[in-house]
């Protein structure tokens, strides 16, 4: 077993004590997974365009608190699952940073950013993340597995095959309903 499946299984077993409300365990797990979940959290700041007012470890500490709070009772039992947790976490909370500062107005010369690579930048404009997490609850109703693929590419970074370990499907089957769902977010987003 190699470095990086130890600490796959280690997250995994403490994910496990977290679930039973074990505070040493919460304790070893945000030690061991801060790194892996500033990467995400810079990685989302920079698709928002990296406003200001909220900083990357405070973006990575809510999003950690989300999860293990309420004595860790519903923290996902699997790495994959708990990064893409975390990743839909912090979504959740820019979202809701930018609904509570009121920057949505409908309709409001919204223009969506190139919806390429991993679904492309927001280009500074909290008003897209809007548009976007609007569009992905859309997908949501129309076809779950596909924004379960948009959530764990995009939002926890997962990469195709990733992905497909974390749904129990084909690498092919991911890297399919991935192109489908950009180029239909992308179509919901015009």
Do not use: C
Not at 87 to 92: D, G, I
Not at 121 to 149: G, S, T, W, Y
């Amino acid at each position: 077993m190699d470095a990086v499946d130890g600490g796959q299984s280690q997250i995994t077993s403490l994910l496990s004590a977290v679930g039973t409300g074990d505070a040493a365990a919460a304790e070893r797990l945000w030690r061991l997974v801060y790194d892996e979940l500033h990467r995400i959290a810079q990685s989302k700041m920079a698709q928002e365009g990296r406003r200001g007012d909220i900083q990357t470890t405070v973006l990575v500490q809510e999003a950690y608190l989300r999860l293990v709070g309420n004595d860790g009772a519903a923290i996902p039992a699997h790495r994959p699952h708990f990064f893409a947790a975390a990743a839909n976490a912090m979504r959740q909370f820019l979202v809701d940073d930018a609904r509570k500062r009121g920057r949505l107005k409908r309709g409001a010369k919204q223009t969506p950013g190139e919806l390429g690579g991993a679904l492309g930048v927001f280009e500074n404009d909290p008003a897209e993340l809007l548009a976007l997490d609007e569009a992905l609850r859309k997908l949501r109703e129309r076809d779950p597995q596909k924004a379960e693929i948009v959530q764990l590419r995009f939002f926890a970074g997962l990469t195709i095959d990733e992905t497909a370990e974390a749904l129990g499907v084909s690498s092919r089957l991911v890297d399919k309903e991935w192109r489908f769902a950009k180029a239909w977010l992308k179509r919901e987003m015009a």
